[in-house]
């Protein structure tokens, strides 16, 4: 199985990338992790909000393949524990997933063509973050999800 995390937008802040490459790198031990960005035209960025959005969900479309289990991370999405989020990624090896695809919308959130095709919303936690740092919070907790399934030290009951 492959995780994809699809994003909207570089982040202009280092330290989040530098984060996301430090997980980014530990998976490697695992699984294969890619991320992608999806980066909007400057014309798009003055459009509203809802044109904007679906602008980002025809890009976010044409990524995905039929096969795909696509999880959206929206507030609105179903919370989990650290270990329950590592039997839910497992579920979908055992289920022989090919592509395990999370999407982090961009900042008006994700459009309803998109949302309308996802078999699963995530909610990381009941605040609200920017769509930048949930890249960092997000790539840790799949290190620490398969660290739970191999029994590893790093989390802590």
Do not use: W
Not at 2 to 7: A, G, P, R, T, W
Not at 15 to 32: D, F, H, M, P, S
Not at 91 to 97: D, E, G, L, Q, S
Not at 100 to 123: N, R, T, W
């Amino acid at each position: 199985m492959k995780i994809i995390l699809i994003q909207i937008e570089k982040t202009s802040d280092a330290y989040i990338e530098q984060g996301v490459a430090i997980y980014q790198n530990r998976l490697k031990n695992y699984i294969t992790f890619e991320t992608i960005t999806i980066n909007m035209p400057k014309q798009v960025r003055q459009k509203t909000f809802d044109e904007q959005k679906r602008a980002e969900a025809q890009e976010i479309l044409r990524l995905l393949d039929p096969s795909d289990f696509l999880v959206c991370l929206d507030e609105k999405g179903k919370q989990l524990s650290s270990v329950a989020f590592s039997e839910f990624i497992n579920k979908r090896m055992v289920a022989a997933t090919r592509r395990l695809v999370f999407l982090i919308g961009g900042p008006f959130g994700i459009d309803h063509q998109v949302m309308e095709k996802a078999q699963y919303k995530l909610s990381l936690s009941d605040m609200t973050f920017s769509h930048q740092m949930i890249r960092l919070f997000f790539a840790e907790q799949v290190y620490r999800a398969f660290t739970i399934l191999k029994n590893e030290k790093y989390h802590h009951e």
